[in-house]
């Protein structure tokens, strides 16, 4: 069955980093855009990052802009993450629909038609 595995969470003190990884599992991610999305305990679950299917275009919340860089490589989307706050705290999901245009991302969660299972990723001191 194809889903989406996300790995690279764990605990990090505030100001340090992460790298998220999203890969595919019974399909390839190549013509796909991918989105990352984060829900914190007791929050909605809100849009962090997404990437056009040929990396074209991207976009990022103000909440992660300047910190937080989406990437896709050899079919595997990367989330890299510097100077971790606190508030970054929450599961993060991956999430890709198909986009043969290469050039469209996609903000809405329902948007997506695979999403994985989550990571955590836990920012304190």
């Known amino acids: 069955q194809s889903h989406l595995v996300e790995s690279g969470g764990g605990l990090v003190q505030p100001g340090g980093s992460l790298r998220l990884s999203c890969a595919a599992s019974?399909?390839?991610?190549?013509?796909?855009?991918v989105g990352w999305f984060r829900q914190a305990p007791g929050k909605e679950r809100e849009g962090v990052s997404c990437?056009?299917?040929?990396?074209?275009n991207t976009y990022y919340a103000d909440s992660v802009l300047g910190r937080f860089t989406i990437s896709k490589h050899n079919a595997v989307v990367y989330l890299q993450m510097n100077n971790l706050k606190p508030e970054d705290t929450a599961v993060y999901y991956c999430?890709?629909?198909?986009?043969?245009?290469?050039?469209?991302?996609?903000?809405?969660?329902?948007?997506?038609?695979?999403w994985g299972q989550g990571t955590q990723v836990t920012v304190s001191s």
């Open positions: 999430a890709a629909t198909i986009s043969y245009a290469g050039i469209y991302y996609y903000i809405r969660a329902e948007d997506y038609d695979y």
């Open positions: 019974g399909f390839t991610l190549d013509d796909y855009a």
């Open positions: 990437i056009s299917s040929r990396s074209y």
